[in-house]
Each structure stands twice: as structure tokens, then as C-alpha cells.
């Protein structure tokens, strides 16, 4: 490539205009499970900020919905749980995953991937932890507290329910992949709630496991968290080829951190975008300096794009980067 290659987390979504005009009608799930609405709304940032890959529009919960758990995504809240699981007879719930689940998946990404080139689709699922706590809490939750509980006081019954959620996760990129996704990244957005040692012992096990299954895929894998920045050389050590960091540790210092090899995307707080030009051209050169000290940086934000962003910052942000970057 011939500049760092970027692309935005959340980069599809309530920031545009066009997707709230396709999404008026159609409740969060229901546009997830309709090719049309996948391709379309996936290909709106390719085509507003000439990104260098796409992310395939979807949930962290979709899967788990697939296999029948009641849940819904409240506009402004969140994924919500009918019937929280917290005992071994909601845990048996959580069947395995089969490609049958999920067909507009296979049929929306095979789409995407004509439309697309060469420009290559990201295909993504919940990390272990980010899934378990949706579940366990029954909606988004701040300190985790019934997680933490069932993961403390019952560890044979965690260790169950981190299984079946890890084959879950397995299967659902497995199949992106299969239908042509160039990368896949796992997002285990909330497991920086942990302890680095309550990581190694309680979820580590499972995204390695994850990662090693993944490899047989033959695409880059990307593994982030938010608020991981204590947490980075076991978010590396569970195997992926790329770490993404939110905007809290530089990435001259998370470069010290991963293995050998790895390389790193992220980290523009996105509250910056919300700043006069001149501060977010001064910041964004930051990220790509301090991204050169990894062996390979991906620009992305160290977190999702804040729905009021305004979308021609981030088109201008892109065409910055690549101009910054040119080789
Ligand atoms: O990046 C992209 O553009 C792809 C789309 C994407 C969505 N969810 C669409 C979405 C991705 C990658 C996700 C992953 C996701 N979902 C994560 C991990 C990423 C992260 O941000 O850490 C998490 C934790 C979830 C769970 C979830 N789903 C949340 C926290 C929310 C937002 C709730 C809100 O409204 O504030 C959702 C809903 C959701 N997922 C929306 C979109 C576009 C908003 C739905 C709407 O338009 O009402």
C-alpha cells in the first residue's frame, strides 16, 4: 500500500446521515439479518471516506441471537437481555453455532467482496468477556458486577460458558471468512474491567484458544479491547497479528509491549474529532509518528466513532493520514 492503511471502528453508523435515513424504519436486528441493508450500509464509509478496508455492518450480538437467546438492541442503550444467564441451566442455553444460522451472512459478505476489489472486508465478533457480560448483566453494564461474581465464585461454570461463547465466536468469523472477509477482528471491548492476573487465569485460555483456531483461516487477525493498556502483552500473547489500542497508551510505548512481529492499529481518541482542524491534524500526526515505532501501524481510532461526529472530519482525517503517510 502505498500509504497506512485506515479505516474507522463504528465507522458505519449513526454518524451518517445516509444510514439514518436506510435504518428509519427498520429496528437494529432486523437490518443485521438483511443482505441489502448489510451491503448497503457496509459500503456507505467506503464510499463517503475512500477507507482503506470496510467493516462488515453487524453486532457483537448477532450470533448469539442467531442461536436463539432473546435479546434486542435498544436505540441509545444497547444490547438487552431478556432472561440474564447466571446459573448452569441459562449456560446450556448458549448451543453451538452451525453456518445454517446465519445465511444472509455468507450471502451479504460473498456481495460485499464483489463490490469491494481489493479493498479488503473486516469481518468481526465479540471477544469471551464482551459477550459473557452482555449475557450475565442482561445490558451494558459499567462494573460488571454479576460477571465479576459468576467468574469468582463459580469457575467451572465460567469456564463452560467461555467455551461455548469462544466456539461461537469461532464459527460466526469463521464463516465471514469463508465467504471472503480479508481480516477478521475480535472485539472484546469491555475486558479491561479486569485485573491483568484475573485476565490471564479467567479469559486468556479462551481468546488463545481463539486465535489458534483462527489461524487456520489465513487472514489477519486483530484483537482489541478498550482500556487495555495494563492488559496489552496478554491481548498479544493470545496470538494475534495486529493489537488495537484505545487512545491511552501512545503507540511508541504499546509497541514495547506486544510480541515481536505484531503490529498495532489505533489510537486517535475519537473526542478529538470533536476539535478545531488544526488540533486534530497536530494529534493525528502524533498517532502516525509514535505508529512508526511499531512493525506495522493500521491508523484507526482508539476507539468507535461518537455518533454526533461530523462525518466531513473524518473524510478529511483519511485523505490527512494517506497525504502524511505517502511513500
Ligand atoms: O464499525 C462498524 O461500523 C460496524 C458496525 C458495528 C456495530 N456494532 C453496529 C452497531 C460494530 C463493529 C459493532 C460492535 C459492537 N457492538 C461492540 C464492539 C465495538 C465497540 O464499540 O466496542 C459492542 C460493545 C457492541 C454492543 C453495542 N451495540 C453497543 C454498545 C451499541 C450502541 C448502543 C447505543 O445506541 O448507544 C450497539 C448498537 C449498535 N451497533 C449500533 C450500531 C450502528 C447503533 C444502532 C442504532 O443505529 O440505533
Not at 469491555?190 to 483456531?213: C, H, K, N, Q
Request: aromatic share 8%; charged share 25%; glycine share 8%.
Amino acid at each position: 500500500m502505498p500509504h497506512t492503511p485506515v479505516w474507522f471502528m463504528r465507522q458505519a453508523g449513526r454518524s451518517l446521515p445516509e444510514y439514518r435515513r436506510v435504518r428509519a424504519d427498520v429496528p437494529m436486528l432486523e437490518a443485521c439479518a438483511r443482505p441489502d441493508m448489510i451491503v448497503e450500509i457496509t459500503m456507505q464509509p467506503v464510499r463517503r471516506y475512500d477507507v482503506d478496508a470496510a467493516i462488515y455492518f453487524s453486532d457483537i450480538v448477532v450470533p448469539l441471537k442467531a442461536i436463539g437467546i432473546d435479546l434486542d438492541i435498544r436505540p441509545g442503550v444497547g444490547p438487552v437481555v431478556a432472561d440474564p444467564i447466571r446459573d448452569a441451566e441459562g449456560v446450556k442455553r448458549l448451543r453451538a453455532l452451525e453456518p445454517d444460522d446465519v445465511p444472509y451472512v455468507t450471502e451479504a459478505v460473498g456481495t460485499l467482496v464483489g463490490e469491494l476489489g481489493e479493498r479488503p472486508l473486516i469481518g468481526f465478533a465479540g471477544g469471551p468477556f464482551t459477550l459473557a457480560s452482555y449475557l450475565i448483566e442482561g445490558g451494558p453494564s459499567k462494573n460488571h458486577e454479576h460477571t465479576k461474581a459468576l467468574m469468582y465464585g463459580a469457575p467451572d461454570l465460567w469456564a463452560d460458558l467461555m467455551q461455548r461463547l469462544s466456539a461461537i465466536t469461532v464459527e460466526f468469523l469463521r464463516v465471514q471468512a469463508a465467504a471472503g472477509a480479508g481480516a477478521v477482528q475480535l472485539f472484546d471491548s469491555w475486558v479491561g474491567a479486569l485485573s491483568a492476573d484475573d485476565y490471564r487465569e479467567s479469559v486468556l485460555p479462551y481468546t488463545s484458544w481463539i486465535f489458534e483456531r483462527l489461524a487456520e483461516l489465513d487472514v489477519p487477525r486483530i484483537h482489541f479491547g478498550v482500556g487495555t493498556g495494563e492488559l496489552l502483552s496478554l491481548l498479544s500473547e493470545a496470538g494475534a497479528d495486529v493489537v488495537g489500542v484505545d487512545w491511552r497508551v501512545p503507540l511508541d510505548k504499546a509497541a514495547q509491549r506486544v510480541q515481536p512481529g505484531t503490529a498495532l492499529q489505533g489510537n486517535l481518541d475519537p473526542a478529538t474529532l470533536f476539535a478545531p482542524w488544526d488540533a486534530v491534524a497536530r494529534r493525528a500526526s502524533d498517532v502516525v509518528a509514535a505508529g512508526a515505532a511499531a512493525e506495522g501501524h493500521v491508523f484507526n481510532l482508539g476507539h468507535g466513532v461518537l455518533p454526533d461526529t461530523d462525518p466531513d472530519v473524518l473524510a478529511r482525517l483519511t485523505e490527512y493520514v494517506h497525504t502524511e503517510t505517502a511513500r
